[in-house]
């Protein structure tokens, strides 16, 4: 249109220099300086007495100023070679065409003037004229009598197509037409104009690109044309002689004539008009953000100059295509109708792309030629680049074989979708858009756009290609800007994605901030430019394996770590969500969870030959290292793990690049006996490395303590509190005095229950921000040897947590260990299978715990009477009875619960034991509390059981049943 919609513009002679580029600016707005301006809007045209005008000519045909409801164009009054039918105003005309490129409405009904069966005057002429003062939309009149419109067959005035949206009456002089054709065609005198496609659909017709073949032939030459997807004017080359299809009218000699016609009005689709007598008069409604409204199906939209009401995206691409709807089509698409050639011949038919609102995606229909909807796209990613912006109110949706996921709840979706609710299908969450990486496309347009740079917290401006980018892909800076804003990247971790809010957004996490821990399973890890909550290693490789979701990732075999057996097992991995607990590779498996990891941090020490060396109590490790009982599944095994000293004892390792930035960290300095800041930076390096002067601080102080315990710290001083060895209760309760080789002194070293684990336990101390190590119930070796899960109602989480006194059975009973360990075997209390060799059940101390030890299911004592146990191997010490040697210390006796065996345990001797003149660690043998008598010289009534012998007793002055197993009695009722 030109001048922006308005021919009829002052242009005024400033003294002022005004760049060419002004010629882009609205002219209703500012003052024109130079015919350029002028000839931008519309080639050729110029400024005359302060108006801009057409083109007064192109090869001597003249040029016409025409009004639509769109606003003034230029139309050439006739033809070439003695054709007087005026033209519409695009494709434009280059003088060297033979003919000129028509795109004025074909007439349905035309007909073969050479016919010799038709009468002079009763044929139809190929082209549609219009009276532009008919307000009659629907009627067909053949021979222009009436407004725009279409028909199909029979051409009966009932049969008309309303076309009067899509197609200008532009009113031109049609006198010599109607001379010219008199006797050939008939023409309606009240014919006042010819039938020309409007702005709207114009502008959404695909360009006419020249075959590959003929691209270097005489005559194909450089177009422009407006894709009213990307909203940009694009060059192609255009071959006028190719006929095959319906000419298209988005055609422009310059860049600047397309975007003066195209670019400033909606980008698909007609706008909102004011109502008026007849179309003409009509005028798009402005001002819709502050003065006027649009109506429902429109949105105000702002270019350069002002705003107009355009057709909403769901509008375009709704069954109706931003048209009136034609209750006669019943099909989700319109085809359009075919149009003649000639008359008897059509334009060939196309294959073109709908958005069906019903299914939610794009899919593909045979175009008949003509007319339409525009819900019409030449292929299938322009369909999806405009429509599918609708199913999500950001980003696409996701797609499964190019078939849109469903969903019912955010489960049924990766974890970087949520369901929608609205029309249960999966989007993306902001952050999944905003954190995806800068994608130019692989297509060769030029489009101005903008994505979001998590990295550095900003939109950058990119130029986009046209196809195959991704979702961080804007408009506008302002778009970008609202949807992204406060967006941080995705942290990388070791293995698995970082943990996310219940809104998609990855936590920041701060070791020296408490309000910013990680939730229980995950652990502080920087990556080299961020902080982020990762999945713990113990985590990942106990955690049960995640089929995941279904997505638009092709599902495939992955690898997950089974802690059971202790081996890496494939599955079938869906493509999208699932846990951490998922490997490309076995070998990326065996090499993250079957490498064990000491409690301390790092990996057992390895021998020459790359291979973890094992050791016992008679194979022992460097003085740097301890052996330290390693839990994998069911399998346990004795490593070599660094000592705490030895990690506080290492130099200062800066590390390795691996990032955009270094950090502060930590390291024990062993000469000054404290901690000190230095600069790491961000990969490699050695354990005496921490993230904050407090973790540093409690780690190493602890250094002499076990796996578990904690060093006690004077309150006043903050440093270990002393203790003497040679002294009894130096120490607090449930610590003990330990030499600490780092600081050359002894402290006191244990732990408390920390009010998260039962009385008489305590709990298992993270040394680095002493805080208690969390666990997993349905995972039995989630905590380390010796120690339990715990759970804590108050805070609603479990805990580990170990006996004081190392009492981990019942009293009176013994527990299961390992053959070739000699751990003790964890179980699940009331698990419905027994966990536990024959012979022993799962029991535990605590009411109601869902953890316990594998305890013999039968005393080893009578009555339940503690056993002594061995300082080294904690196992109950056995004896055989009767034996003439005492194996037994002092305060037990060498009994059995099951007295028809002759061997049983060191059991401790109860009050209620009676001797009674038996020998020294002899016990009198009763019934029913009642010592009973023997004669040792009649078989008859030597009633002595096995175990017992009948012997005299010179106190008594009598012959009984001594024995060394002890006969628990609550009073000797009679003595004989």
């Known amino acids: 249109m030109l001048n922006k919609f308005n021919l009829e513009l002052e242009c005024f002679v400033q003294l002022v220099l005004v760049h060419v580029e002004v010629i882009l600016l609205p002219f209703m707005d500012i003052v024109i300086s130079y015919s350029e301006q002028c000839n931008s809007a519309w080639p050729g045209a110029r400024c005359v007495e302060n108006k801009c005008e057409c083109p007064s000519d192109i090869n001597g045909i003249p040029y016409v100023q025409a009004h639509t409801r769109d606003g003034t164009i230029c139309i050439l009054l ?11 105003p695009l494709p434009e005309y280059d003088d060297d065409l033979l003919a000129m490129p028509i795109t004025q409405l074909r007439n349905p009904a035309m007909t073969d003037p050479d016919d010799d069966d038709i009468l002079a005057g009763e044929q139809i002429n190929p082209l549609q004229f219009c009276s532009s ?6 009627t067909f009149v053949a021979n222009g009598g009436g407004a725009c419109t279409y028909a199909t067959e029979p051409y009966q005035p009932e049969n008309g197509i309303y076309i009067a949206d899509i197609y200008d009456c532009v009113t031109v002089p049609l006198n010599n037409v109607k001379l010219a054709m008199k006797g050939i065609y008939n023409i309606h005198p009240q014919a006042d104009g010819i ?3 409007n702005r709207a659909f114009t502008c959404m017709q695909p360009k006419r ?12 030459r450089p177009r422009w044309w407006f894709n009213s997807v990307t909203g940009i ?21 310059t860049r600047e004539h397309c975007e003066s016609y195209c670019k400033d009005s909606c980008k698909r689709g007609a706008p909102e008009y004011s109502v008026g007598r007849i179309l003409n008069e009509e005028e798009p409604i402005t001002n819709c953000q502050t003065i006027n409204s649009c109506s429902t199906n429109f949105e105000c939209k702002a270019n350069d100059w002002r705003e107009v009401c355009c057709p909403s995206v769901t509008s375009i691409c709704s069954i109706a295509g931003g048209r009136p709807f034609d209750p006669s089509r019943h099909t989700n698409f319109d085809p359009g109708h075919s149009m003649k050639r000639m008359f008897n011949l059509n334009f060939e038919k196309s294959r073109r792309y709908y958005y069906d609102s019903e299914q939610g995606r794009c899919t593909s229909f045979t175009y008949n030629g003509a007319l339409g909807n525009f819900n019409n796209f030449k292929s299938l990613s322009d369909c999806e680049l405009f429509c599918e912006k609708l199913q999500c109110k950001h980003g696409t949706a996701l797609k499964i074989r190019q078939v849109t996921q469903r969903c019912n709840r955010n489960s049924h979706c990766p974890s970087t979708h949520e369901c929608q609710m609205d029309n249960k299908i999966c989007c993306p969450k ?13 297509c060769k347009e030029n489009i101005r756009r903008y994505w979001y740079d998590a990295v550095n917290h900003a939109c950058q401006l990119f130029n986009y290609t046209g196809c195959q980018g991704n979702d961080n892909n804007f408009e506008t800076l302002l778009e970008c800007q609202n949807t992204c804003n406060n967006i941080i990247p995705n942290p990388r971790c070791p293995q698995g994605d970082a943990y996310k809010d219940n809104k998609g957004n990855y936590f920041i996490c701060s070791d020296s901030n408490s309000a910013k821990t990680c939730p229980p399973n995950y652990e502080c890890h920087f990556d080299g430019n961020l902080w982020g909550c990762c999945p713990t290693r113990e985590y990942t490789c106990q955690v049960s394996f995640s089929k995941g979701v279904t997505c638009d990732i092709p599902s495939s075999y992955r690898y997950f770590y089974n802690s059971q057996i202790q081996e890496c097992e494939n599955f079938l991995y869906n493509g999208c969500g699932g846990n951490s607990n998922n490997f490309q590779s076995y070998e990326q ?3 993250y969870c079957n490498d064990r990891k000491c409690p301390n941090g790092g990996s057992p020490k390895r021998n020459e030959f790359n291979k973890q060396i094992d050791c016992s109590s008679t194979v022992s490790c460097p003085n740097t290292h301890e052996c330290t009982s390693l839990t994998s599944g069911n399998s346990i095994v004795n490593r070599c793990c660094p000592k705490r000293a030895y990690i506080c004892s290492l130099p200062p390792h800066q590390g390795n690049s691996c990032g955009t930035s270094v950090v502060t960290r930590f390291y024990f300095n062993i000469a000054s006996k404290e901690c000190i800041e230095f600069t790491y930076n961000g990969c490699g390096g050695n354990l005496n490395n921490f993230a904050t002067f407090e973790q540093c601080n409690n780690f190493c102080l602890s250094s002499a303590c076990a796996s578990g315990d904690i060093v006690h710290v004077n309150p006043s001083t903050h440093m270990q509190l002393e203790c003497r060895s040679d002294v009894s209760n130096s120490c607090p309760n449930n610590f003990t005095c330990t030499y600490d080789e780092l600081f050359g002194k002894n402290v006191c070293c244990g732990a408390t229950n920390m009010e998260v684990c039962p009385s008489g336990e305590k709990a298992y101390m993270n040394a680095f921000n002493m805080s208690v190590r969390e666990c997993l119930i349905n995972v039995s070796t989630s905590c380390p040897d010796y120690y339990l899960c715990r759970f804590h109602m108050q805070t609603n989480r479990y805990y580990c947590c170990a006996s004081i006194n190392e009492d981990i059975c019942p009293r009176g009973r013994a527990v299961y260990k390992d053959q070739s360990s000699k751990l003790p075997i964890r179980c699940i209390i009331s698990s419905g299978s027994n966990q536990c060799p024959v ?9 109601g715990a869902l953890q316990g030890y594998c305890c013999s299911s039968n005393y080893l004592c009578p009555n339940g009477a503690k056993f002594y146990s061995e300082i080294i191997s904690k196992m109950p010490r056995s004896c055989q009875l009767n034996s003439p040697f005492i194996t037994c210390p002092i305060g037990y006796t060498c009994q059995n619960a099951e007295t028809e065996l002759m061997t049983g345990y060191c059991c401790e001797n109860d009050n209620t034991s009676v001797s009674d003149g038996c020998p020294p660690n002899k016990y009198v043998y009763m019934r029913e509390n009642e010592v009973i008598s023997c004669d040792p010289f009649n078989s008859l009534t030597n009633v002595c059981p096995r175990g017992y012998s009948c012997q005299w007793s010179l106190p008594k002055r009598r012959y009984q049943c001594c024995g060394n197993t002890s006969m628990l009695a609550n009073k000797i009722t009679k003595r004989l």
């Open 233 to 253: 004017c694009e060059q192609f080359m255009w071959d006028p002689w190719d006929e095959t299809e319906v000419q298209s009218p988005n055609n422009f000699k």
């Open 589 to 591: 498996c065996e090499s």
């Open 195 to 197: 039938c020309c496609p």
């Open 430 to 442: 902001l952050h999944a858009i905003c954190s995806q990486p800068l994608r130019l496309g692989n």
């Open 133 to 138: 003062t008919s307000t009659d939309y629907n």
């Open 78 to 88: 006739f033809g070439d070679d003695d054709d007087p039918v005026p033209k519409c």
């Open 839 to 847: 012979g022993y059940n799962c029991f535990s101390d605590v009411p």
């Open 209 to 220: 690109e020249a075959k590959l073949n003929v691209k270097e032939s005489a005559g194909v």
